[in-house]
């Protein structure tokens, strides 16, 4: 199967062939724009009553079923799937193409459901990025551990799947050809992880846990206990790994949907199709509009095609910074929002006014949140520019969404004297 998706499905958990053939993208769209409409005032919705709160969940879980079917839809109309099912022009195949169509969209539903569980305390932190965090997590291990055999093509031998064991396997056999050539393999295996993209994803990795110690403490004292002082952190990567996230599947939502027209128009205007987007055998874009918006695969593809890596590159880091400027007034992180806050826990920043609070948290606040996303992204769109192939950036905010989980179970533990209700109620059970 040509596979036009090959760059996101790390991202969003997209299995090519599998129930996973979407992943997380219709949901992932569907919560981004549903969350600029309401940043944009584009509909009156006050999440802070239960009932608007309640329809908007519901519209975005709609949105996101609408979304999988369209995809869904679009994938056996664009004969993504005929080569799998064979006799496509048969009567019998459109049994086959229902088939299909019912097992994606009927997963698109569990999945949103899932993620709606998880989103209303059966977990820690987001649904969605719990779900990001541990398919980064198992996708990491399998590219340094797994154990399968697999064919990168039809008629290709199978290999083992993992670096580190496709090496141990060699060597166990005693064979100094099959240690040769897993030593080279481990290095310029095709269709393969290699030593050097796993190298790449574990420092994209590390350098995330670096950034997230970067913080700026402003001292603060409480007008109600005289004498003590502590200090408020603000880190740079104030809106965590969400900015990035929203520019990914906005760019990735685009691509896809290029693809699609480009398709569709094939059969009415090849002209007008190949402005669009023009593929390879194996469904990569080669040129037109969509090969822009798509990510290089190899050091050696960004330099070839300078003005798609920039093109790339500035679609990404515009987006995380311009979403990061507004995330704050949605999430209520926003320096007048923390400034109440203040206010009603009569805390002052030392050596302050009171009424200053406002304007020096203005002057931190908005500068770390687009600091922090573009920073971020950066760190993000090197792996992938070097052909970490989707894999750096799932890794990139996977490490952020595991830290907003580890400070939030650590916060309830706090809160609950020591334990977690969650994980008592686990244990009861």
Not at 345 to 374: D, Y
Request: proline share 3%; with cysteine; glycine share 8%.
């Amino acid at each position: 199967m040509a596979d036009p998706f090959f760059a996101w499905r790390p991202l969003f958990a997209m299995e090519q062939g599998t129930l996973l053939e979407l992943g997380l993208l219709p949901v992932l769209v569907s919560a981004f724009l549903w969350q600029i409409a309401a940043s944009a005032k584009l509909l009156k919705v006050n999440l802070a009553y239960s009932y608007d709160r309640e329809l908007f969940q519901t519209a975005q879980k709609l949105t996101s079923l609408f979304l999988g079917a369209v995809f869904g839809v679009s994938l056996i109309a664009s004969g993504y799937y005929d080569s799998v099912v064979r006799g496509s022009a048969d009567s019998s195949a459109f049994g086959w193409y229902a088939l299909i169509f019912m097992q994606i969209f009927g997963w698109n539903v569990l999945l949103t459901l899932v993620v709606e569980i998880l989103d209303k305390g059966y977990g820690f932190g987001s649904g969605v990025m719990s779900l990001i965090a541990l398919n980064a997590a198992t996708r990491l291990v399998r590219d340094v551990a797994g154990v399968e055999l697999v064919s990168a093509t039809p008629d290709g031998e199978p290999e083992t799947y993992g670096v580190v064991t496709l090496l141990l396997k060699a060597l166990l056999s005693m064979d100094f050809s099959a240690i040769k050539d897993a030593v080279v393999g481990m290095f310029f295996r095709s269709g393969f992880p290699t030593i050097g993209m796993v190298l790449v994803v574990v420092a994209s990795g590390l350098a995330t846990i670096v950034l997230q110690n970067f913080r700026v403490e402003l001292p603060i004292r409480s007008n109600k206990a005289r004498g003590t002082a502590n200090v408020y952190p603000i880190r740079m990567l104030y809106t965590g790994a969400m900015p990035v996230l929203f520019a990914f599947t906005m760019v990735a939502a685009a691509q896809i949907s290029l693809h699609f027209v480009a398709v569709a128009l094939e059969a009415v205007n090849p002209s007008l199709a190949a402005i669009v987007e023009t593929r390879s055998e194996s469904g990569a874009a080669t040129g037109g509009i969509s090969f822009y918006l798509s990510p290089p695969t190899s050091l050696t593809g960004s330099l070839l095609s300078p003005i798609r890596a920039v093109t790339f590159v500035s679609a990404i880091v515009s987006l995380a910074v311009a979403f990061a400027s507004f995330w704050c007034n949605v999430t209520g992180s926003a320096p007048k929002d923390i400034a109440k806050q203040f206010k009603d826990q009569s805390i002052v920043i030392a050596g302050k006014r009171e009424v200053s609070v406002t304007k020096e948290l203005g002057k931190i606040i908005p500068q770390a949140s687009a600091t922090g996303a573009a920073v971020l992204s950066v760190v993000a769109l090197v792996g992938e520019m070097v052909g970490a192939s989707g894999k750096a950036v799932s890794v990139v905010i996977g490490v952020c969404a595991s830290f907003a989980i580890l400070e939030e179970f650590m916060m309830e533990v706090q809160q609950n004297g020591g334990g977690s209700q969650l994980m008592s109620q686990l244990g009861m059970k």
